[in-house]
């Protein structure tokens, strides 16, 4: 996917987005950080065609995006949003079912496909022996991967996540993220991650995208972005780096 100079204004007062280009990698794991405001989720957003430039252009495989039907895009892209509501008197498989829509039209259905892709879904999110569960009764790392599962039944070749792992504790977040991690390196799926934790980010991509008031400050591989000048423009905050021999590179912030 390639990003062209864009501009987003939601309030004609100040650009959202402020002449962002980029491009995200294919089979990557791509993340967007950045403080609170500066346009990571709007940019996100943008990339799903649910928030529309006001000038500069989007193109998948040289095609622009506003030339997509939308059933079209939806087997190109499927995203995942910070919150959803949860429906009542919904099993998760019926939830996850919901993705094969974008295969459906009024007169073609395929029924054997519909059930291969709803299972592979639950297997790949480990939710097989929940699937006649209600909603409501899971937790909220299950319910998160419940709605990575119906974008897996949608079997898109990109997966954007809007902040996955937010209201998740520590241990749920880390199981998501080795679960985005197991969908990229075993399918080879393409994701766009906006994220707050940066050494999470440093972690689980391979490409992280930092902006700023709307611009990208940096991006490429962690190592090269996360930097002590960089999050001391960025952030405002003074951190020091280090290496461990399991876990690899991690951040410190120290002082303001």
Known sequence: MEIQDIIVSHDNTRNHLDGVSTIIQKGKI???IGPNGCGKSTLLNVMSRN???ISGNVSLESKDLVHYKPKEFA???????QQN???KDLTV???VSFGRLPHHSMLKRNHEEDVKAIEWALACTNLLEKRENDLEALSGGERQR???AMALAQQSEILCLD????YLDI???IELLELVKALNEEYGLTIVMVHHDINQAIRYSDQIILMKTGQIIAEGAPRNVITREVIKDVYGVEAIFNEDEQFGFYMVPLAI
């Open 163 to 166: 902040e996955p792992t937010t």
């Open 171 to 173: 241990y749920y977040q």
């Open 30 to 32: 791509t993340t967007i």
């Open 51 to 53: 928030n529309m430039p």
């Open 93 to 95: 498989e019926k939830l």
């Open 75 to 81: 087997k190109k892209l499927a995203i995942v949003y």
């Open 85 to 87: 509501d949860v429906p």
């Open 146 to 148: 419940v709605w990575i």
